[in-house]
Each structure stands twice: as C-alpha cells, then as structure tokens.
C-alpha cells in the first residue's frame, strides 16, 4: 500500500514539471506603484506608473503587456513592451499614458493586462489602473512645496494654490480637492477642504500630510487633483519621502 501512495505521488511530482500540467494551475500576478497616472490633454503622463509582474507557483514565461478600456484618443506605451519572468524573479515595466485633444477630461480607470505566451499555459492576469485626464484649458494647480520629507508618525504642511487664467470665463464653479496614490496609513486633509471661485479668481489651500508609525519608508507620489462641475480641471504631484521614526531628523518642507 504504501509503494502505490509513494508511486502515485512520485508521478504527480514528475507531472507537474511538465509544461502545462500542474495541480494547481500556474500563474502570475500584477501590480502597479504608483497606483494611478496623471496626465493633461493632448501630453503625455507627468509621471509614469511601474507595472510589476510576480510569479506565482513557480510560473515562468514571457508576459506582454496591453491596456484596455482605454478612453477616446488615449493610448499606453510600456517600456519594455514586455518582460520575462524566470527562476521565481519578478519582472516589471514602466507604463505612460498619452492623452489626445478629443479625450474627455476626468477620471478614468483602465485595464492593465498581462498575457503569457501558449508555451507558458496562456496565463493572464490584470490590475485595474485609475488615469487622471486634465484639462488642457482649465485652471492651473501649484503646490509651493511639492517635496516633503516627513518621520513615520509625523506629520508636514503645504501650500496648495488655484488660479484662473485670464483668458477664461468669469469666475463661477467651485472646486473641490481628490487624492490618489496614498500610502498604508497617510492621510491628507485640506483647510479649506473646497475652494470658491464665484468671486475671486485664485483661492489658497493648506494641505497636512499626516503619517503613521507603520507608514511605509522611501519615497512616494501622491496626486492630489481638483474637480468641479464639469470635468478634472487640474492636478499637482507632491513627492513624499518618510524615513524611519527612529531618524533623527524633524519633519521637514522641501522645495519644488
């Protein structure tokens, strides 16, 4: 009895290094950091968002990547196009996005997709990527200081600025302020939360980042953009960078 279980166990192992076969099915994972892209009409991505593909089971091949639900007028370049992964390494590429002229203003969310080849069991695996659209004509965002470095469990202010061009219409919409790419365990806050351009046509916002002990060291990008009653006017990038709660340096401003 025991001969045949250790036979039949020798064969499965001997099995499961055939391509192809496995007893549970081989594959891989995907994932994205920062967790979203900004971009302005008819411009490519200010920042581009590092597409990052994981083994899982021992899973080796070649992964291509591709976007869906992509909107009018946009489209995805990685660099590289793909990416191989081998001997339980993972693989990665940079992913920017282009925006047309005819691309509607707002946020979208696209499919980011990885296919491996027939030779690999033809695995697929996709993570879903939130893309800010600005305006081209709209207001314009500043953030005074737009590199802060901060202690886990501390916390740094900015200065968040909108104006109007002159060009545009007169004052009338109120904007209010969105996040994305937040960090475990950052939160932003806003004072005032909302800006109202009926009268004037700048307005001032001060934004505290605060952290916490488990907020995760090294360097982060976190979009902070302004909406209003028509489409993404806007956006600006602050560039976060936390170092231990053990370092003995404050928490600081840096300077764009």
């Keep these: 009895m025991r001969t045949i279980l250790f ?4 064969c499965f192992l001997l099995l499961s290094t055939v391509p192809g076969f496995a007893l549970i099915p081989r594959s891989f994972s995907l994932g994205a950091n920062p967790n979203f892209i900004a971009v302005t009409q008819g411009f490519s991505s200010n920042n ?3 597409i990052t593909a994981a083994p899982g ?3 080796n091949g070649l992964i291509q990547f591709s976007c869906q ?3 009018t007028d946009m489209n995805c370049v990685f660099d590289p196009p793909r990416c191989t992964l081998a001997d339980g390494r993972r693989c990665s590429t940079l992913l920017r996005i282009n925006a047309g002229i005819a691309t509607q203003p707002r946020l979208h969310v696209i499919r980011v997709i990885g296919q491996s080849n027939p030779q690999s069991g033809s695995r697929r695996a996709e993570v879903s990527l939130p893309v800010v659209v600005a305006s081209q004509t709209a207001s314009r965002v500043s ?3 737009a590199v802060l470095t901060i202690v886990q469990g501390e916390s740094a202010t900015a200065q968040l600025g909108i104006a109007l061009f002159s ?3 007169l004052p ?3 904007f209010a302020f969105r996040t994305l790419g937040l960090p475990r365990g950052v939160t932003l806050s806003f004072s005032p939360r909302a800006c109202d351009l009926r009268r004037n046509r700048s307005c001032q916002s001060q934004v505290t980042i605060s952290t916490a002990p488990t907020t995760p060291m090294g360097r982060h990008t976190i979009l902070i953009y302004v909406i209003g009653q028509q489409n993404i006017p806007k956006y600006a990038l602050i560039y976060l960078t936390v170092n231990p709660a ?3 340096s404050p928490a600081s401003n840096g300077s764009a």
Excluded: D, R
């Design 167 to 169: 060009y545009e219409a």
């Design 143 to 145: 953030v005074q200081q």
């Design 57 to 59: 089971l021992g899973f």
């Design 48 to 50: 581009f968002a590092t």
């Design 246 to 248: 053990s370092s003995a």
């Design 7 to 10: 036979l039949t166990v020798l």
């Design 69 to 71: 639900n992509l909107g």
């Design 172 to 174: 009338g919409t109120q």
